[in-house]
């Protein structure tokens, strides 16, 4: 069975943590530090998800979510997350991150610390509380390797949408009209296709990102 680690253990993390588990996922769920400390957090919150280390999560995991706040990307266990699948779900908000004019795309970010990763922009621009409400809509996501990326959001109970390429994450950040929204796929391919792209005008970003036909 595939296992799922949750770097995060936060309001959006428990959340997805939930969504892996109804969805017939083993879920690792890590917190920062001593995983004893939300124990008793995992169990009540996610009966059935196992409080580990972000190190063992990253180990033990065939896919690993980053539930964390961005400004925490530089404690991601590099080593053990090599060659594995990442999705990145954090976001950068200059409240907390500070001014960052250098910042084109925060998963951009991730993606250069994590070099021998797989990373992939999702669930990021959904809020927590419309993530649990277990209706089928429309999630952004952005990256190269997109078909696993795809199967899981479908799993958990979404329609995957693609962005492109992990730079093309830019239009489902906070700022963006998709950003918050609860909207179905359709709704989501129309604002993604509001914002003005990256990529060159004659170059289909769904195609460069390696999209199947079974994608929106």
């Not at 428990?14 to 920062?32: I, K, P, Q």
């Amino acid at each position: 069975m595939t296992t799922i680690g949750i770097l995060g253990a936060g309001k959006l993390g428990t959340v997805l943590a939930r969504l892996a588990l109804r969805a017939g996922y083993d879920v690792l769920v890590a917190g920062s530090g001593d995983p004893a400390k939300i124990a008793l957090i995992v169990e009540v919150v996610t009966p059935g998800a196992v409080a580990v280390t972000a190190v063992e999560a990253a180990e033990r995991a065939d896919v690993v979510i980053l539930a964390l706040p961005l400004g925490k990307y530089r404690t991601l266990p590099v080593e053990a997350l090599r060659g594995k699948l990442v999705i990145d779900a954090m976001n950068y908000w200059w409240e907390v991150d500070g001014i960052r004019d250098d910042l084109a795309s925060s998963s951009e970010l991730v993606r250069a610390f994590l070099p021998e990763s797989r990373v992939v922009k999702a669930f990021n621009h959904m809020g927590y509380h419309d993530l649990d409400r277990g209706e089928r809509k429309g999630i952004a996501i952005a990256g190269a390797d997109l078909e696993e990326a795809a199967a899981l959001v479908d799993a958990f109970g979404f329609d995957p949408v693609i962005a492109g390429p992990l730079s093309e994450g830019v239009r489902m950040e906070p700022g963006t009209e998709l950003f918050g929204a609860n909207v179905d796929a359709a709704e989501v391919r129309a604002m993604l296709d509001r914002y003005p792209s990256r990529q060159p005008a004659a170059t289909d970003s769904r195609q460069d990102a390696g999209s199947s036909p079974q994608l929106t």
